[in-house]
């Protein structure tokens, strides 16, 4: 059984490559526009589901796993930043502060979809001015939920991690090998 990833992350691709999977990678193009008073927690259930979803029909023999990352402090979703400046106002704001990170992932084989969200706490280390002008101008900033990419030069920055690291990248890996390793014909993977 294939596995598809209904996504155009590449965090996401290396991630299950890293694990040792080899996904067929078919973006979804979901519309990933919040809805009013949707707290983070729904909003990445809705758009993983709608990820897997949309590229169900299209692989009835496959796993299609839909998948979607947000960053928030309290109920407020900061997503990517518009530009430098939007990057050094989200940073500025996470700074010294505890936010979470949340993951919606949902996975569709033959017609049946379960969803689950992963949440991890990140904790930031005071920053100055200075570094975060450092940081942005690296332009690791830039595309990422937060402005930030754990995986790379903001990892000096991390001062603790609560939950699943993966996840914080973009994608609980434990939690979706737990799922596929229940698929049979999923074990040839692993």
Avoid: C
Avoid at 78 to 84: A, F, I, N, S, Y
Avoid at 97 to 123: I, K, N, P, Q, W
Avoid at 139 to 144: A, F, L, Q, V
């Amino acid at each position: 059984m294939d596995l598809v990833l209904a996504s155009a992350s590449p965090r996401r691709v290396e991630l299950l490559h890293a694990a040792g999977f080899r996904p067929i990678v078919v973006p979804a193009g979901v519309d990933e526009t919040g809805f009013p008073g949707e707290t983070p927690a729904a909003h990445v259930l809705r758009l993983a589901r709608a990820k897997a979803d949309l590229i169900a029909p299209r692989y009835a023999t496959a796993a299609v796993l839909g998948a979607d990352t947000v960053v928030a402090l309290g109920d407020e979703i900061l997503g990517k930043p518009r530009d430098d400046e939007d990057a050094r106002r989200m940073l500025g704001r996470l700074a010294g502060r505890m936010h979470r990170v949340y993951t919606g992932v949902a996975l569709a084989v033959g017609g049946d979809l379960r969803a689950e969200v992963e949440t991890s706490e990140v904790t930031v280390a005071p920053l100055s001015t200075a570094e975060i002008a450092w940081y942005v101008a690296s332009g690791e900033s830039r595309d990422k939920a937060g402005a930030y990419a754990i995986q790379g030069l903001a990892s000096r920055y991390v001062t603790s991690i609560q939950g699943s690291y993966s996840n914080v990248v973009g994608l609980p890996v434990a939690l979706v090998y737990r799922w596929l390793r229940e698929l049979p014909v999923i074990h040839s993977q692993h």
